[in-house]
């Protein structure tokens, strides 16, 4: 066994997205509070098989690209499970239709296919940063809307499957579902390095802290310093290689719910607003006295007299990825709408003029069905760093490929409606379609039995 923290000796290691397919009760039912975006949109019909077919399509231009590209697949929705157990009884049919009459607001919330949004699945901490050298998974409890909060159950069997392989990959249970540990995942974490076999530094942003902390006062911060505590001590991480940082309260006030709407990093590179954090020098400073390595580590801020906060939460701007290809070149993915704003798309033509960063251009995608609920490209994707062995222990079924991809599309073709309005949550026959399109799916995947509805 090493030595807590010791050096280890650098394997070739890829950072891994794996992408959430969009599940077929997608809709714009205006859940979460804070989020800007999903209120605006609330109501409007969506259309499941659209959003689902933007998501392969990302997939796939990134896995051509060379990138280590997998999937995770939706979860149960309608939720009959969580409706039986707040005290609903009877035929599925007519369980549907009581709630329906009775707590629109509920059927919404176990019909909402927000799982979609893998960043918040889980914090992962590859095995270079880990006592243990395994990579650590801990499930987000997404305790702080209901709507999400049915999805940690069934988010812990689905990693199980895909990462299954005990001499790699520990599991962690989600922390206690309780606002004082409130955790919503890999959208409050970034991990620095200048290889990603070798040990990194990991940033856990947080909105609430102590009682002498900044918080916000208009919308709840959803991420909690005691929980981003937890998560650093069960994934055996080095104290000292690991920073808590507030996000700055004034922003969340604007609908930057998540960090992830106003800072990204990956490898080297943190590209981030003016205003996210609340004491940025803190985070110079910590970078300055643990940054190891080959590549010197590049901050990228956006001010705010060129691009505000109203504009970067428009575009999603920093709700983009950052990924670097094989030949080890830094790509910026963004949604259609950055594009669209003139000043974030002038801001994003000088980032990658710039001489001082590695980003070398901006791949541009139509994710409107995810934006229009709140959720741009780096929403959709949960990023695990593995080395050659850990990539040779994961479900290999659940890798992106030019033939997963058509059983993938085909499948979404057969099973997606293209038009679902917030009553058809009711239709028992859409719980039916639903539940044989995930079947059908975990045997494309091969998952085995990951549903309530299989057990």
Not at 27 to 38: D, K
Not at 311 to 318: C, K, M, R, V
């Amino acid at each position: 066994m090493p030595e807590a923290h010791a050096p280890v000796e650098s394997l070739a290691a890829v950072e891994a997205n794996f992408d959430g397919l969009v599940g077929p009760t997608h809709n714009y039912a205006g859940l979460a509070f804070g989020n800007v975006a999903s209120a605006r949109n609330a109501d409007q019909a969506s259309n499941p098989r659209e959003a689902a077919l933007q998501g392969l399509d990302k997939m796939e231009a990134l896995a051509k690209l060379g990138l280590t590209q997998g999937v995770l697949p939706p979860q149960e929705r309608p939720n009959l499970s969580a409706l039986r157990a707040l005290g609903y009884v009877g035929k599925e049919a007519r369980v549907l239709e009581k709630v329906w009459h009775e707590a629109p607001g509920l059927l919404a919330a176990v019909s909402s296919a927000s799982s979609m949004w893998t960043a918040n699945a889980a914090t992962v901490s590859p095995s270079a940063d880990a006592a243990d050298r395994k990579v650590h998974f801990t499930p987000a409890n997404l305790c702080s809307n209901l709507h999400r909060s049915f999805e940690p159950e069934t988010t812990s069997r689905v990693l199980r499957a895909v990462f299954e392989d005990a001499a790699h990959f520990i599991h962690h249970a989600p922390l206690q579902s309780t606002p004082a540990l409130g955790d919503e995942g890999a959208a409050n974490h970034t991990r620095l390095c200048a290889e990603y076999g070798e040990a990194g530094l990991e940033l856990f942003v947080y909105g609430q802290g102590s009682e002498a902390e900044p918080a916000p006062e208009n919308y709840p911060a959803r991420q909690t310093r005691a929980a981003c505590e937890a998560i650093a001590r069960l994934h055996e991480l080095d104290p000292a290689r690991t920073l808590h940082l507030l996000q700055n309260p004034a922003v969340i006030d604007q609908g930057v719910f998540h960090n992830d709407v106003i800072a990204v990093g990956n490898r080297e590179v943190l590209l981030y607003h003016q205003d996210a954090f609340h004491d940025v020098d803190a985070l110079k400073r910590w970078l300055s006295a643990h940054w190891r390595g080959a590549r010197a580590a590049v901050l990228i801020e956006v001010p705010r007299d060129r691009v505000s906060v109203e504009d970067a939460i428009g575009s999603y701007l920093f709700n983009s990825q950052l990924v670097c290809t094989p030949d080890g070149r830094m790509h910026l993915v963004v949604a259609q709408e950055c594009r669209e704003n003139v000043k974030v798309w002038a801001e994003i033509e000088r980032i990658v003029e710039a001489p001082d960063n590695p980003i070398v251009d901006a791949l541009v995608f139509d994710l409107r069905q995810s934006m229009r609920n709140g959720g741009g490209p780096a929403c959709l994707r949960l990023r695990v760093v593995l080395n050659e062995a850990e990539r040779a222990a994961v479900n290999p079924m659940c890798w992106i490929d030019a033939a997963k991809l058509d059983a993938l599309r085909d499948w979404v073709r057969t099973h997606y409606r293209d038009r679902l309005v917030l009553a058809d949550l009711a239709d028992p026959n859409l719980l039916d379609e639903s539940r044989t399109a995930l079947d059908r799916l975990t045997q494309i995947l091969g998952l085995g039995s990951i549903y309530p509805f299989q057990r």
